[in-house]
């Protein structure tokens, strides 16, 4: 069978428009002429959920956005499928996926964080570094960037998240099938993460949790530590609350984008909990992220290599 692939993107309403314009740009920048960009939203998906044929629709908008993604693979004959979340922002060509046709599902990292239900636990791990440093990470993966080279264990995922759901719908099912299920194999393209040479989704903003950015700098890290991180480790990583965010740090070499830790990023994702803001909150969050999270080198590298000049105008 030819190699065949698709991005799949979709979200529902029209609050997303101007963000997800970022998503659907910078895909189509490097992958134009070996990959189809599918944005499936409030306009159109109607039209979508009339042609499923193997499953019914759900009230879970997440759970719907992978059935879309499984259901397009089957009627169109795609070989691959990558799964992008309307608030991500592609940097470079994803080799890591477009390259590799065999490893059924390759997944990313998300936040520095355990997670567990009765179904499925992320393993945290402690490796050496490249430089001989012993650390810790945890091996919880991000559902919104993700690529599926197999119809099957795509939809093993589905099946899973439908048959134990949980509150971590299909980031939940990803989960299970990596950790408990395992009757495919799931490979972690930026992990472990202190060895990678990349970042393809939430770990390029060199913090661990969501809502510890404002105004380009950190909050909720020291001394308002709610997550109960240890000050010792907060400290090393220069997360005290007042500094500037890791992510006012990245820098471009070679025309490519580079964490404040010396990592590509391939892909980013802004990962602030956005389908579940109020309204005032979301806007707010927007200009935040237009105005006050990256510095100029990185706007300009998101307009200029990215084509995102309708959010970065």
Same mark, same amino acid.
């Given at each position: 069978?030819?190699?065949?692939?698709?991005?799949?993107?979709?979200?529902?309403?029209?609050?997303?428009?101007?963000?997800?314009? *970022?998503?659907?740009?910078?895909?189509?920048? !490097?992958?134009?002429? %070996? $990959?189809?960009?599918?944005? +499936?939203?409030? =306009?159109?998906?109607?039209?979508?959920?009339?042609?499923?044929?193997?499953?019914?629709?759900?009230?879970?908008?997440?759970?719907?956005?992978?059935?879309?993604?499984?259901?397009?693979?089957?009627?169109?004959?795609?070989?691959?499928?990558?799964?992008?979340?309307?608030?991500?922002?592609?940097?470079?060509?994803?080799?890591?996926?477009?390259?590799?046709?065999?490893?059924?599902?390759?997944?990313?990292?998300?936040?520095?964080?355990?997670?567990?239900?009765?179904?499925?636990?992320?393993?945290?791990?402690?490796?050496?570094?490249?430089?001989?440093?012993?650390?810790?990470?945890?091996? *919880?993966?991000?559902?919104?960037?993700?690529? !599926?080279?197999?119809? %099957? $264990?795509?939809?093993?995922? +589905?099946?899973? =998240?439908?048959?134990?759901?949980?509150?971590?719908?299909?980031?939940?099912?990803?989960?299970?099938?990596?950790?408990?299920?395992?009757?495919?194999?799931?490979?972690?393209?930026?992990?472990?993460?202190?060895?990678?040479?990349?970042?393809?989704?939430?770990?390029?903003?060199?913090?661990?949790?969501?809502?510890?950015?404002?105004?380009?700098?950190?909050?909720?890290?020291?001394?308002?530590?709610?997550?109960?991180?240890?000050?010792?480790?907060?400290?090393?990583?220069?997360?005290?609350?007042?500094?500037?965010?890791?992510?006012?740090?990245?820098?471009?070499?070679?025309?490519?984008?580079?964490?404040?830790?010396?990592?590509?990023?391939?892909?980013?994702?802004?990962?602030?909990?956005?389908?579940?803001?109020?309204?005032?909150?979301?806007?707010?969050?927007?200009?935040?992220?237009?105005?006050?999270?990256?510095?100029?080198?990185?706007?300009?590298?998101?307009?200029?290599?990215?084509?995102?000049?309708?959010?970065?105008?």
């Amino acid at each position: 069978m030819n190699k065949k692939v698709a991005c799949v993107t979709y979200f529902t309403d029209d609050r997303y428009d101007e963000l997800s314009s *970022n998503v659907k740009n910078s895909f189509s920048k !490097f992958h134009a002429n %070996e $990959a189809d960009y599918i944005q +499936i939203d409030y =306009t159109n998906h109607k039209d979508y959920f009339n042609k499923w044929e193997h499953f019914t629709e759900t009230n879970d908008v997440g759970l719907n956005w992978m059935i879309h993604a499984y259901e397009i693979m089957i009627r169109e004959k795609y070989t691959k499928i990558i799964l992008l979340g309307c608030d991500t922002i592609v940097c470079d060509r994803l080799s890591e996926f477009i390259d590799d046709d065999s490893t059924p599902v390759l997944a990313t990292l998300n936040y520095y964080i355990h997670e567990e239900t009765e179904y499925w636990s992320t393993p945290i791990i402690k490796y050496k570094t490249e430089a001989g440093e012993e650390v810790i990470d945890h091996l *919880n993966i991000n559902s919104d960037v993700i690529c !599926f080279n197999s119809p %099957e $264990a795509l939809r093993r995922v +589905i099946e899973l =998240t439908i048959e134990c759901y949980t509150i971590y719908t299909m980031q939940g099912g990803v989960n299970h099938l990596a950790w408990t299920d395992k009757s495919f194999d799931v490979k972690i393209v930026d992990s472990p993460y202190e060895n990678s040479k990349v970042s393809y989704n939430v770990r390029s903003k060199g913090v661990p949790r969501a809502d510890m950015i404002e105004n380009g700098k950190l909050k909720n890290c020291w001394p308002h530590n709610i997550h109960g991180f240890p000050y010792e480790w907060l400290a090393q990583r220069d997360l005290i609350d007042g500094y500037e965010s890791p992510i006012k740090k990245w820098y471009i070499k070679d025309n490519k984008l580079f964490t404040h830790d010396h990592k590509q990023i391939k892909c980013f994702h802004f990962v602030e909990g956005l389908g579940g803001r109020p309204l005032e909150k979301f806007n707010y969050l927007i200009q935040d992220f237009k105005l006050n999270w990256f510095n100029k080198e990185t706007i300009q590298f998101f307009k200029e290599q990215c084509n995102c000049n309708t959010f970065f105008k």
